[in-house]
C-alpha cells in the first residue's frame, strides 16, 4: 500500500523567511496530494492541494510542487508568520475521494 | 462556513466497554471517513463509506469497529469491546459528490479508554 514519508520532523524559522517541507509517496497510482494544518489539539484542515496532472500551484502564501516522476512533493510557505506555526502534514491518494494515506507530520515553529 | 460536528468531544470508558462517536457530515457531502490519531502522531486511515455501505476499511478497522448511517444525517462509528490502544482522536471527515473539496475534518472526539 501507499507510504508517505516526510521531511523534516521538526523546523524552526524566523518570522519572514521560508519554509519547505517534503513528501515522498511510493504508490504511482496516487494522483492527489492534499496538504493539512493542525493546530494544537484541533482537527487538521486542507490548506492547498495538487492534483497529478499540475505541477505546481499557489496561494497567496502556500505553494506546492508534484515531481510525479520522482514522486515528490513539496509545500513551501514564504514571508512566514507566528501564525503558521502548527503541525503541517502532507498526504496522498489515488482520487480525492479515496482513502488519504498521511506523512508523518512536521511541526512548524516561526520563531517572532 | 458548513461544519462537520462530532459528539462527545471526550469519552472516558472502561476497557471491555462499548464506545458509540457520532458524527453530522455536512448535509450536501455523500462521502464520509473516519480516522484517528493517537496523540502526537500521524492521522491514520480507519473505514470510508458511500452509498450507505462501506467503500474500503484498514487493517486497523476489525471485528471490533462498525459504521453506520443510521438516518439521514448521523454516521456513527462503534467500537464494540475497547482497549487501551485504542485512546485517540477519533476524526470524522466528509467530501460532496463533485470530489473537487477535500475533506472536512469534524473537531474530533478524544477517546480515552483506562
Known amino acids: 500500500g501507499e507510504n508517505v514519508e516526510q521531511h523534516p520532523s521538526t523546523l524552526s524559522v524566523q518570522e519572514g523567511d521560508s519554509a519547505v517541507i517534503k513528501c515522498t509517496y511510493s504508490?504511482?497510482?496516487?494522483?492527489?496530494f492534499p496538504w493539512y494544518k493542525q493546530e494544537l489539539g484541533k482537527r487538521p484542515q486542507l490548506i492547498i492541494d495538487i492534483r497529478s496532472n499540475v505541477g505546481e500551484k499557489k496561494d497567496q502564501r502556500i505553494a506546492v510542487t508534484l515531481n510525479k516522476t520522482a514522486k515528490h512533493f513539496s509545500l513551501h510557505i514564504t514571508e512566514t508568520q507566528p501564525e503558521d506555526s502548527a503541525v503541517y502534514f502532507c498526504?496522498?491518494?489515488?482520487?480525492?475521494?479515496?482513502?488519504?494515506?498521511f506523512g508523518p507530520g512536521t511541526s512548524l515553529s516561526v520563531i517572532p | 462556513e458548513p461544519e462537520v460536528t462530532q459528539t462527545p468531544s471526550h469519552q472516558v470508558t472502561q476497557m471491555g466497554q462499548e464506545v458509540i462517536l457520532r458524527c453530522v457530515p455536512i448535509s450536501n457531502h455523500l462521502y464520509f471517513y473516519w480516522y484517528r490519531q493517537i496523540l502526537g502522531q500521524k492521522v491514520e486511515f480507519l473505514v470510508s463509506?458511500?452509498?450507505?455501505?462501506?467503500?474500503?476499511k484498514s487493517e486497523i478497522f476489525d471485528d471490533q469497529f462498525s459504521v453506520e448511517r443510521p438516518d439521514g444525517s448521523n454516521f456513527t462509528l462503534k467500537i464494540r469491546s475497547t482497549k487501551l490502544e485504542d485512546s485517540a482522536m477519533y476524526f470524522c471527515?466528509?467530501?460532496?459528490?463533485?470530489?473537487?473539496?477535500?475533506?472536512?475534518f469534524g473537531s474530533g472526539t478524544r477517546l480515552t479508554v483506562v
Open positions: 463509506f458511500y452509498n450507505n455501505e462501506i467503500s474500503e
Open positions: 471527515a466528509s467530501i460532496p459528490g463533485t470530489g473537487l473539496i477535500g475533506y472536512t
Open positions: 504508490d504511482s497510482a496516487s494522483n492527489y
Open positions: 498526504a496522498a491518494s489515488k482520487t480525492s475521494y479515496d482513502k488519504v494515506i
